[in-house]
């Protein structure tokens, strides 16, 4: 058997995404050479692409254990650490390899994107900048640069690489949607005429034919053109709805059996130790205006912004979920374990961002789903959930494009109006069992009496009064990661509040189950 034909056939595989196949391979070539770390490494990375991190994990440290000086399977291994979130380990196995090898570009860009992950954007930016003196030209490192510019809230230089990597490749489709989320078209087409050439040709991938059409829509909507706009973003939702697989039942199961969880729970059995630094968790429906709260906020002087953060939903799921419903009896054996170890567990990932003020905000929108779980094992935090005019938020959904795994609902008129409905309920029954437990914000009152309603929040919150809250477009301290960057970056306005009268004859479907 000639190994090197055998390995190359697999790395072949692993490119078109055949991850079954190089597993399977992998497995029979072992058999006969159990030694080989390459093989391991050849393995782990196919089941890393599958999602089995942790046994992609035992693969790549079997790797390392045959060749302690193997980088490629090091650099992997903390891959894998931190798609589980991991990010302690991952970054010990970042910075072991970058301490072997300092121009290990891979390392170096990896280890960038974890910084990103952590919202240390400002870290993450030095690192790509070492990976560029390696490799000037990568566009994947500049994209990604690009972002991380973009989210600490410096759009002239997002701009200027933007346009370095449209020069390097003129159809680099996701360079021209960022750069679609910064352009005013009424004021400068920039990028129109291309973008719309590119949209035309033929063998286009619909990843591709998604972007362009989600930026489209938005350059059309500058330009007042609201039927070409709606006709761009009914492709873009068109295309991902089918790729989606959503069922809006199961959505209604679920949010059935929270609500079925605490029928019967006394609220009072709250865990007595927590955390002393206080958690602002900031919620509602995606596009609600979640992070406009959460930068009037983190403009306080005594307030770390955190960003939107997964860590709350990967302790959810790992301790409450079983067969896809919320368990009370986990819930209840977590309650009479004297040591708060939900509490714990979420401490342990928020002091990665290394923040030295005694607040800080966690803006999931989602985070609705589990104000429950809060108010037993977060029983100091404050909860503030924002609240849209439910036409203008669902249309706000509508015209972007998320990539998380639970917004599959995002992309179809019915599904969208139905989520609406189901987050709606929940919360009635949230605000009647929590009470005063939760402030609700409206984004009307906000952007119309805006002085008023920030002074409220910061009393909610238990702060004193900083006139720097009043003036969060200035803040860059705190990144911002989500569609909402160019909105959350401008000072208040009120533009965007019944926006949805420019689609409603095209949008009557999702409007009328609202």
């Not at 490494?41 to 060749?67: S, T, V």
């Not at 509602?284 to 939107?308: C, F, K, W």
Request: net charge positive; hydrophobic share 35%.
């Amino acid at each position: 058997m000639n190994l090197i034909a055998e390995t190359q056939k697999l790395q072949n595989y692993l490119k078109a995404k055949d991850f079954k196949t190089v597993v399977y391979g992998c497995e029979k070539l072992i058999n006969k050479f159990p030694n080989n770390p390459f093989l391991f490494n050849l393995m782990g990375l196919a089941l890393h692409g599958n999602g089995n991190y942790l046994i992609a994990i035992d693969k790549f440290k079997r790797a390392i254990d045959l060749d302690p000086n193997f980088l490629p399977a090091k650099n992997n291994l903390a891959n894998s650490y931190k798609a589980i979130g991991n990010f302690e380990k991952a970054e010990a196995y970042y910075k072991n390899v970058l301490k072997i090898k300092p121009d290990y570009i891979q390392a170096l860009n990896n280890y960038a994107n974890l910084k990103t992950l952590i919202f240390d954007y400002y870290s993450a930016i030095k690192l790509y900048d070492e990976a560029l003196k390696i490799d000037e030209n990568n566009q994947t490192i500049l994209f990604t640069l690009a972002n991380a510019y973009h989210a600490t809230g410096d759009t002239k230089k997002t701009v200027e690489i933007v346009e370095k990597i449209l020069k390097i490749n003129p159809k680099h489709v996701s360079a021209h949607k960022l750069l679609s989320s910064i352009i005013d078209y009424s004021k400068d087409r920039a990028n129109l005429n291309q973008m719309e050439d590119i949209i035309l040709e033929k063998d286009l991938s619909n990843d591709r034919i998604v972007d362009l059409s989600f930026a489209l829509g938005k350059a059309y909507e500058d330009l007042k053109k609201y039927e070409k706009s709606f006709l761009y973003l009914e492709k873009a939702n068109k295309i991902k709805s089918s790729d989606a697989n959503f069922n809006i039942n199961k959505e209604k199961a679920f949010f059935e059996s929270i609500k079925n969880t605490f029928q019967n729970f006394n609220f009072k059995d709250e865990k007595k130790t927590f955390n002393k630094i206080k958690p602002i968790f900031i919620c509602g429906m995606p596009r609600s205006g979640t992070t406009l709260v959460e930068q009037i906020i983190a403009s306080h002087n005594d307030v770390y912004g955190a960003g939107e953060l997964v860590y709350i939903q990967r302790l959810v799921k790992e301790f409450f979920i079983t067969k896809k419903q919320l368990s009370i009896e986990k819930i209840n054996e977590e309650i009479k374990v004297e040591e708060n170890f939900i509490n714990k567990e979420y401490f342990k990932m928020i002091n990665l961002h290394k923040f030295k003020e005694n607040n800080f905000t966690d803006k999931a929108p989602q985070n609705f789903r589990w104000l429950g779980i809060f108010k037993i094992f977060f029983p100091n935090s404050k909860i503030i959930y924002c609240r849209r005019n439910s036409k203008d938020n669902c249309l706000s959904i509508y015209k972007n494009f998320f990539a998380a795994d639970d917004m599959q609902w995002a992309f179809d008129q019915s599904d969208i109006a139905n989520y609406y409905n189901l987050h709606l309920s929940l919360m009635e029954y949230w605000k009647s069992k929590l009470g005063n437990f939760i402030y609700e914000i409206k984004y009307e009152n906000l952007v119309s009496k805006k002085e008023d309603e920030v002074k409220k929040l910061i009393e909610f919150c238990e702060l004193e009064w900083d006139p720097a809250c009043l003036s969060h477009h200035k803040n860059n301290k705190t990144p911002i990661k989500t569609v909402s960057i160019s909105q959350a970056r401008k000072p208040v306005y009120q533009s965007s509040v019944n926006s949805n009268s420019n689609y409603e004859k095209y949008l009557s479907e999702m409007f009328n189950l609202l």
